[in-house]
C-alpha cells in the first residue's frame, strides 16, 4: 500500500520531508479504503510501515479500522533503508502463511511490485495515493516468483462499495 496524499512538500514548513503528515484529504481517503478493505474481508496478520510520518499514519488509519494496532510495526526496509534486498530481508523473518501488507513508498513500491512479479527487474505498477496491490507467493519470498492477486486504486475500491 502506498502512503495515503500529504502535506505538499515545502522546506520551510517540513525541513525533513520524513516529517511530512498526511493532508486532511488523505487522512479522509484512506479511513474511507481501510472500511472498504474492512467491509470486503481484506485484512492482514501484520502490517509493516516505512518510520516517515505519512506512512506512520497511514498504516496507523488502516490499522485502527481493521482492529490490527497490535499488528504494526515500523522498518526502515520500507523508508529511507528501501533496496529490494532489505525488503527481501524483511520478509524472510516472517512465516510464510502469514499475509504481510507493507506500507511505503513511490517509485519503491513500482520497483519492488516489479521485481516480485518478473525475473527481471521490470517496470513495476504504478501506485496512486492510497493504493493497494495483493501479491501471493506459493514459495518462499523471491524475485520474480509472485502472482498478481488484485490491484486497487482508491477510486475503484470505493465504487466497488
Not at 511490485?113 to 505498477?125: C, E, H, R, V
Amino acid at each position: 500500500m502506498r502512503h495515503a496524499d500529504a502535506d505538499a512538500i515545502d522546506a520551510r514548513v517540513y525541513p525533513d520531508d520524513d516529517l511530512r503528515p498526511l493532508s486532511e484529504l488523505g487522512s479522509s481517503v484512506q479511513r474511507d479504503m481501510a472500511r472498504a478493505l474492512k467491509r470486503l474481508n481484506i485484512a492482514p496478520d501484520r502490517i509493516i510501515t516505512s518510520p516517515r510520518v505519512r506512512t506512520l499514519q497511514t498504516a496507523r488509519i488502516t490499522a485502527k479500522v481493521l482492529g490490527l494496532e497490535h499488528a504494526l510495526a515500523e522498518s526502515d526496509a520500507l523508508g529511507r533503508g528501501y533496496s529490494i534486498a532489505a525488503v527481501l530481508k524483511l520478509l524472510a523473518g516472517i512465516p510464510q502463511q502469514e499475509t504481510v501488507l507493507c506500507v511505503g513508498h513511490e517509485p519503491d513500491l513500482r520497483e519492488l511490485s516489479g521485481a516480485f512479479l518478473s525475473m527481471a527487474t521490470g517496470p513495476g505498477i504504478k501506485f496512486p495515493k492510497s493504493g493497494i496491490l495483493r501479491i501471493d507467493f506459493q514459495a518462499p519470498v523471491r524475485v520474480g516468483t509472485g502472482s498478481l492477486r488484485f490491484f486497487y486504486r482508491p477510486r475503484d475500491l470505493l465504487a466497488l462499495l
